[in-house]
């Protein structure tokens, strides 16, 4: 089955090491690699620009991992750059041959407020933003961010503009006054990237359940993610506990509104079974063993193509 997956941080590698080779597997370094996907089937793969702490928080810094992105990501044979809906539909549809790379930011910080960034960065190519990381920023606070304070003015007149360009707003990371005063705002559904739900799993980064039900009767999209803490608190979780969050987010009876977001490349230990894009097929296996096809090829990546279709300019 083809795959769509929202979330991974190989830039901030790729950034931080030029050595590594993406186009093959770099023995470990890397999770995500063009070898990978092709073993998973992956049609398409979000490519996060994400600046960690000890790296200037500018324009320049973000602005070279979307060189990156374009002079490796994108130079490997079959790459295709994912902006449109009729991209989504090439690498996602019907007899869909080429992978596709959506160009992503996780945390406004490096924009520092500056427009003309945001702007030359939706030129090349960029489609989904996540408004912060972990803590604040001049947008918004962060969900490890004690205040817990929501969107500032300037935070605010982001989200206009990234709806204005066609940007879609991930809400993983935010604060939950961050996230309900986004839901309030957006005009467009928005998406969690990489997420769980929080009555499973109570970690901070996770969403409750009525954060997940509003995200469902908006019309967004959830991707559940890999990060083994995400998911069980109390021992080393396995693709049974992916499973379990799926159940739980379709008893809140958003179904048709499961998506993955792996964070593949933005963690240091992993689910067992899961170490990168080459296992998903070992996780269609697992969701085949207990669901019909049909809402297996919806969670795999027909919710994610009817989403990204619908809402990408």
């Known amino acids: 089955m083809r795959i769509a997956d929202l979330h991974c941080d190989a830039l901030s590698k790729l950034d931080r090491d030029p050595k590594l080779d993406w186009a093959e597997s770099s023995g470990g370094e890397l999770d995500v690699t063009a070898e990978g996907l092709a073993g998973g089937n992956v049609g ?16 320049e810094s973000a602005l070279r991992q979307a060189a990156i992105f374009h002079d490796k990501i994108l130079s490997a044979p079959g790459m295709r750059l994912v902006q449109s809906g009729a991209d989504v539909e090439a690498v996602l549809g019907p007899g869909a041959s080429e992978r596709g790379a959506l160009l992503t930011l996780e945390g406004a910080d490096a924009l520092r407020g500056e427009r003309w960034a945001l702007r030359l960065l939706h030129r090349l190519g960029l489609r989904m933003l996540g408004l912060t990381w972990n803590e604040a920023n001049w947008a918004c606070d962060g969900i490890m961010e004690p205040r817990g304070a929501g969107l500032t003015k300037e935070g605010r007149s982001l989200v206009a503009e990234c709806e204005a360009l066609g940007i879609l ?31 499973l799993c109570p970690h901070p980064r996770n969403l409750t359940d009525d954060q ?17 803490f995400f998911l069980q608190a109390l021992r080393p979780a396995g693709i049974d506990d992916v499973l379990r969050h799926v159940e ?14 792996s964070d593949f490349d933005g963690i240091d230990t992993y689910t067992v079974g899961l170490a990168g894009p080459a296992d998903y097929p070992a996780l269609a296996d697992a969701l ?4 019909p096809e049909p809402l297996v090829r919806g969670w795999l990546s027909g ?8 809402h990408l300019k």
Not at 288 to 291: E, K, N, P, Q
């Open 288 to 291: 085949l063993s207990r669901y």
């Open 169 to 199: 707003i991930d809400v993983s990371h935010l604060s939950e006054k961050g996230f309900w005063d986004t839901a309030e705002l957006a005009r467009r559904p928005l998406i969690a990237s990489h997420a769980n739900a929080r009555s």
């Open 303 to 310: 919710h994610a193509r009817r989403f990204l279709t619908d």
């Open 248 to 261: 739980h987010v379709c008893a809140l009876g958003g179904a048709n509104h499961i998506a993955f977001g």
């Open 212 to 228: 997940i039900r509003a995200l469902v009767a908006a019309g967004g999209l959830m991707g559940i993610t890999f990060v083994p």
């Open 44 to 59: 398409l793969q979000a490519f996060a620009i994400w600046v960690p702490a000890g790296t200037p928080k500018t324009p």
